[in-house]
């Protein structure tokens, strides 16, 4: 492990040198498992860590590296280039020739671009160096799949309340590198507080830490940290929210199967998080006229008419005040009867016309504004349904002649569409008869 100077932070200082003192991620470092079963037998291999900030991807690769006997290179995919890559390649070949083994340890490695990307293959293949990525972000979609064929994928959680105590009791008790020299006594309330505002992140526990630390009320032969101490150094808004990442997407996910799960009150927590986190309103307020769509659709109609009218309140009042025209239309959504019934019937309809191809419109269908286009026979025989009984062309058929008429839409039996569904039965049983009629005369 690299030596780290007395005057770095301490989240660097306290970086763990051993698996014994690394807090969390047991699925990965108890015993027999996969990462602590490497570590033991002295191997490497090539790997990606994924997981949110302060996890510990770094650390771990530090310690893979450090275990398996083998130099460890380091870029940032945010500020090298291919320039610095190929610099490391050198590097990892003049390592090969003095019988060194090679670890190259890549941070932020979703931000490389394809064919940054791609230029790792064929060092990874012929054993250059082996390769650990990290990344915030979810490797699926962020790296290609010929880099990610190569890569075992390690799951990083973030760290629960209970991991972020021990990270900051054993910073408080660490003489050499940690806090231990200053007579810091944290309280219950506090140290909890703190855990809590570090939301999963032990970075971020100890930067607070670290500055808490200087605003310790001197009580006794104790300098106190006290939950005030705590609030004044965290700020406002220590909630984790990421809005292009998969966090975002993430808690767009979670408000969306909320709202279809019929929880008004689980809706109302995740876009209480989303706002509180950053995230644009309006992109909300289009995420919920969507879902007014796809999930309530003609079970409740008024759904897609009070997310429109929300989105237009938090045009009209901005925001916090239009925020809560968005709570109304979400908690209406999550509670009235469900139905995907449109969605279903757009997307079967869709495929048949990417399928198909472009039929002609039927003559009878077609408009006739002028002599030459009634010449032609458009709109001959067209029925006008409000001529007919009860306003219904009974049997009319208004698909094109080419396509055999299919059933798309197939209203469910809740809210407004039980009606639509008996209305649909009615007029089937019109066709009927109307078929049946028509096939006796002939």
């Known amino acids: 492990m690299p030596v780290i100077p007395s005057h770095a932070p301490l989240a660097d200082r306290m970086r763990p040198q051993e698996v014994s003192e ?21 191997n490497s291999h090539s790997m990606i860590l994924w997981g949110p900030p302060g996890t510990g991807k770094t650390t771990l690769a530090r310690l893979i590296a450090s275990h398996s006997r083998a130099r460890l290179l380091t ?68 790296l290609n799949n010929a880099l990610l064929s190569r890569l075992r994928v390690y799951v990083l959680q973030s760290l629960t309340a209970g991991d972020i105590i021990t990270v900051i009791n054993r910073a408080l008790q660490d ?23 570090a939301d999963g992140d032990a970075r971020r526990a100890l930067n607070m830490l670290e500055i808490a630390a200087d605003f310790a009320r001197k009580e006794g032969d104790v300098n106190l940290i006290d939950e005030d101490t705590i609030r004044q150094v965290a700020g406002d808004n220590l909630r984790r929210f990421d809005k292009g990442g998969d966090t975002f997407y993430d808690q767009i996910s979670a408000l969306h199967k909320s709202v279809r799960g019929s929880s008004p009150d689980a809706s109302l927590y995740w876009l209480a998080r989303m706002l509180d986190g950053g995230a644009d309103p309006f992109y909300v307020a289009r995420r919920v006229v969507r879902m007014a769509s796809e ?28 925020e809560l025209a968005l709570a109304q239309a979400v908690s209406y959504l999550a509670s009235v009867p469900k139905s995907n019934a449109v969605y279903t019937a757009w997307k079967k309809a869709s495929a048949d016309v990417r399928k198909l191809g472009s039929y002609p419109v039927p003559m009878h269908l077609r408009n006739a504004p002028t002599k030459l286009m009634k010449d032609l026979g458009a709109s001959q025989d067209y029925r006008y349904a409000h001529d007919e009984a009860e306003a219904y062309a009974a049997g009319e058929n208004y698909f094109p002649d080419e396509m055999k008429p299919v059933h798309y839409y197939e209203p469910v039996d809740r809210g407004l ?15 009927h008869v109307y078929h049946a009629k028509r096939k006796q005369e002939d």
Not at 80 to 96: E, P
């Open 175 to 197: 003489e050499q590198m940690g806090l231990g020299d200053r007579s810091l006594k944290i309280s219950d309330k506090a140290m909890q507080l703190l855990a809590g505002l």
């Open 75 to 142: 870029l940032s995919a945010v500020h090298a280039g291919v320039k610095d890559i190929r610099a490391i390649v050198d590097q990892a070949r003049q390592n090969q020739l003095i019988g060194e083994k090679t670890l190259l340890f890549v941070d932020e490695v979703h931000r490389f671009n394809k064919s940054q990307q791609d230029g790792f293959l064929p060092h990874i293949e012929d054993g250059t160096f082996d390769f650990i990525g990290a990344t915030t972000e979810n490797p699926s979609f962020e």
């Open 295 to 322: 999930d309530i659709g003609n079970a409740d109609p008024r759904g897609l008419q009070l997310a429109l009218n929300a989105w237009e309140a938090l045009e009209r009042l901005g925001s916090p005040e239009g």
């Open 22 to 42: 690394f807090a969390g991620q047991s699925h990965l470092l108890a015993a027999g498992k996969p990462i602590r079963s490497m570590v033991e037998s002295q």
């Open 417 to 431: 569409e039980k009606k639509i569904a008996e209305r649909l039965r009615y007029l089937g049983q019109l066709d």
